[in-house]
Structures are given as structure tokens and as C-alpha cells.
């Protein structure tokens, strides 16, 4: 239990995983919190547990976030109460197959649930946290960086917020937002079973505790980092990759066609 008053801190997918576990970090750290998920009995249980265990108030509100009215009620809150510091976007979903093997319900709901309800709450806070302060983490996946490893819905889904992340750093650096996107790897939480997966089929060494994942992720949330990795021990391969990344922008809009791609002209 900690005596100090950081604000309140709002966390989709709160309901168990990683959600879950931020809440009891957070709570732990002296936030005051706002739980966001469907289920209600079992935020209710885990804001019980946080009442007792940190004597930080803890407010469920009921919300599915695949329905345009609730992200919508959500993001009302975030623009209106001045006492929200931090947003935590963490609900999410996968599915058993790529995009030739799921039909169109099952694909608008994950774009409903991991693109445009994380995109208009992070607007909403955003635009109260640039003049008040407050920081929004987003939790993207590794897939980001590597779509050829699974399905290309969900790691399309995890590249958008990734990129929606680095372009808010770079948009408002001299504001009082801060951003941050984790990417984990492989991490044993619900989202497997839901999306009829088995998480245990992955090799033992590549599966992270979801704890663990998020005390790492407070880490590099605590340094100030924009993008953090916590299975990746090897920070300079991230930073070869961003530096190659930037270093290609100034050279991919001109007004000439590349060389490598013009028409030869017969003499």
C-alpha cells in the first residue's frame, strides 16, 4: 500500500491478463482506478480485492468495446474527468486463422475492438492529457514487427497501434502527453483459449507470465521509453531497426521515379 496520489488510472481488458494485472500494479503504485471490460462480476471481484489490498477506490464500468455506444461512453469519460492521468489500452482480441479463414463478423470486431476503439479513446485522452498531462500506453505485439509469423489481421491490427503511438510521440513531444506502445511476445493469458488457440503448443521458453510482462513494461515505462520490447534482451537490434526506418523517410516521396523502376527507351 503506498500513501502516494498519482490520479486515476483507466485500463481496458481489466477484467483478467494483462489488464488485470496492470490494475493491481497500478493500484499498488497510487493510482486510483477505472476498470473497463464486459465482464462486471469479475472486475468487481478483482476491485474488491484492490480495495482491501491498497485502500485506492476502484470504479467498474461495464463496457463493450466492439459497440460504437460504449467506446463512446468511455471516451466520454476520459475527455471529462479531470482526474484521469493515465489510459491504458489493453483490450484485445485474435482469431483461429488469417483472413481467408474467417468471415466478415469475426474480422469487423477484432478491427472494432483493436483499431477503433483504441484509436478513439487514445484521441480522447490525448487531447484532455496534452494540456493537463497525462500519459496513454497502448499494448501493441511483437507481430508488429514480424507479420509473417501468424495471422496478418491481428499483427496488422498491433502495426496500426504501433504506428498510431510513434506518431503521437512525435506530434506533441513538447506537450504534456506521453505515450508509450509495449509489444509483447507470446504471453499466457485468455486471449489463446478465446481465439481457440493453445497457447502451450508454443515452445515453453517463448511463453512470458503476464506479470512479469507488465512489471517489465512499467520499466521501460518508468525510463521514458516510446516503444518497449520485453522479451527482446538485445535493445541495439530495436535501435538498428528504428534507425534504418528513419533513416529511409527523407528518400520515400520524390518527385522522380527510382532509377531501378524506369522504362528503358530503345534508341
Given at each position: 500500500?503506498?500513501?502516494?496520489?498519482?490520479?486515476?488510472?483507466?485500463?481496458?481488458?481489466?477484467?483478467?491478463g494483462?489488464?488485470?494485472?496492470?490494475?493491481?500494479?497500478?493500484?499498488?503504485?497510487?493510482?486510483?482506478?477505472?476498470?473497463?471490460?464486459?465482464?462486471?462480476?469479475?472486475?468487481?471481484?478483482l476491485a474488491?480485492?484492490?480495495?482491501?489490498?491498497t485502500?485506492?477506490a476502484?470504479?467498474?464500468?461495464?463496457?463493450?468495446?466492439?459497440?460504437?455506444?460504449?467506446?463512446?461512453?468511455?471516451?466520454?469519460?476520459?475527455?471529462?474527468?479531470?482526474?484521469?492521468?493515465?489510459?491504458v489500452?489493453?483490450?484485445?482480441?485474435?482469431?483461429?486463422?488469417?483472413?481467408?479463414?474467417?468471415?466478415a463478423?469475426?474480422?469487423?470486431?477484432?478491427?472494432?475492438?483493436?483499431?477503433?476503439?483504441?484509436?478513439?479513446?487514445?484521441?480522447?485522452?490525448?487531447?484532455?492529457?496534452?494540456?493537463?498531462?497525462?500519459?496513454?500506453?497502448?499494448?501493441?505485439?511483437?507481430?508488429?514487427?514480424?507479420?509473417?509469423?501468424?495471422?496478418g489481421?491481428?499483427?496488422?491490427?498491433?502495426?496500426?497501434?504501433?504506428?498510431?503511438?510513434l506518431?503521437?510521440?512525435?506530434?506533441?513531444?513538447?506537450?504534456?502527453?506521453?505515450?508509450?506502445a509495449?509489444?509483447?511476445?507470446a504471453?499466457?493469458?485468455?486471449?489463446?483459449?478465446r481465439?481457440?488457440?493453445?497457447?502451450?503448443?508454443?515452445?515453453?521458453?517463448?511463453?512470458?507470465?503476464?506479470?512479469?510482462?507488465?512489471?517489465?513494461?512499467l520499466?521501460?515505462?518508468?525510463?521514458?521509453?516510446?516503444?518497449?520490447?520485453?522479451?527482446?534482451?538485445?535493445?541495439?537490434q530495436?535501435?538498428?531497426?528504428?534507425?534504418?526506418?528513419?533513416?529511409?523517410?527523407?528518400?520515400?516521396?520524390?518527385r522522380?521515379?527510382?532509377e531501378?523502376?524506369?522504362?528503358?527507351?530503345?534508341?
Amino acid at each position: 500500500m503506498t500513501d502516494k496520489v498519482l490520479g486515476t488510472a483507466l485500463v481496458t481488458g481489466a477484467s483478467s491478463g494483462i489488464g488485470a494485472v496492470y490494475a493491481d500494479r497500478l493500484a499498488r503504485r497510487g493510482y486510483d482506478l477505472i476498470l473497463v471490460a464486459r465482464d462486471a462480476a469479475r472486475m468487481e471481484a478483482l476491485a474488491t480485492t484492490l480495495r482491501d489490498q491498497t485502500g485506492r477506490a476502484v470504479e467498474v464500468l461495464p463496457a463493450d468495446l466492439t459497440h460504437a455506444a460504449d467506446v463512446a461512453k468511455v471516451a466520454d469519460r476520459l475527455a471529462t474527468d479531470g482526474a484521469i492521468t493515465l489510459l491504458v489500452n489493453n483490450a484485445g482480441m485474435s482469431l483461429n486463422g488469417g483472413l481467408l479463414d474467417n468471415e466478415a463478423p469475426a474480422i469487423e470486431r477484432l478491427i472494432a475492438l483493436n483499431i477503433t476503439a483504441p484509436t478513439l479513446l487514445a484521441s480522447a485522452a490525448g487531447k484532455a492529457f496534452v494540456t493537463r498531462g497525462g500519459a496513454i500506453i497502448t499494448i501493441a505485439s511483437v507481430l508488429a514487427l514480424a507479420p509473417e509469423m501468424f495471422d496478418g489481421i491481428y499483427s496488422g491490427s498491433k502495426a496500426y497501434v504501433l504506428n498510431l503511438t510513434l506518431g503521437l510521440a512525435a506530434a506533441h513531444a513538447d506537450t504534456k502527453l506521453r505515450v508509450q506502445a509495449v509489444l509483447p511476445g507470446a504471453t499466457r493469458t485468455e486471449i489463446w483459449e478465446r481465439s481457440g488457440k493453445d497457447v502451450n503448443a508454443f515452445p515453453a521458453e517463448w511463453v512470458m507470465e503476464a506479470g512479469d510482462l507488465v512489471d517489465a513494461a512499467l520499466v521501460g515505462f518508468d525510463k521514458g521509453e516510446t516503444v518497449t520490447i520485453p522479451p527482446l534482451a538485445d535493445e541495439d537490434q530495436w535501435i538498428a531497426f528504428d534507425t534504418a526506418r528513419k533513416a529511409m523517410a527523407p528518400n520515400l516521396s520524390r518527385r522522380d521515379v527510382a532509377e531501378r523502376y524506369r522504362v528503358a527507351v530503345d534508341a
